[in-house]
């Protein structure tokens, strides 16, 4: 079993390790982050960003996860802007 540690530095961390309690099948969970403050991502109009998730299995071997992920994005925006297009409503917003 590896033994995982909470650490935390200016630009990456984990500050978060939920360990399981060894009953009713309850996993790790990890709170991580991470700042690109001296190697930011630019962009110009759009932002696509694809996560892949994935565990070991024994000997090694990729397994294929289905976890819960969620992210955040800020941007720094130069003023004054053209106003910002109306959100659909949660149905149109909802990714599938």
């Given at each position: 079993?590896?033994?995982?540690?909470?650490?935390?530095?200016?630009?990456?961390?984990?500050p978060q390790v939920?360990?399981?309690?060894?009953?009713?099948?309850?996993?790790?969970?990890?709170?991580?982050?991470?700042?690109?403050?001296?190697?930011?991502?630019?962009?110009?109009?759009?932002?696509?960003?694809?996560?892949?998730?994935?565990?070991?299995?024994?000997?090694?071997?990729?397994?294929?996860?289905?976890?819960?992920i969620s992210s955040?994005?800020?941007?720094?925006?130069?003023?004054?802007?053209?106003?910002?297009?109306?959100?659909?409503?949660?149905?149109?917003l909802e990714i599938?």
């Amino acid at each position: 079993m590896i033994s995982v540690t909470e650490y935390c530095t200016p630009y990456a961390g984990m500050p978060q390790v939920i360990r399981g309690d060894g009953h009713y099948g309850v996993m790790e969970r990890f709170g991580l982050y991470r700042w690109h403050v001296m190697d930011p991502v630019r962009f110009d109009s759009d932002l696509k960003i694809t996560m892949q998730d994935l565990g070991w299995h024994s000997g090694r071997r990729f397994l294929q996860q289905k976890s819960d992920i969620s992210s955040v994005c800020f941007w720094y925006q130069a003023e004054p802007h053209a106003k910002f297009p109306k959100l659909g409503d949660w149905r149109q917003l909802e990714i599938n």
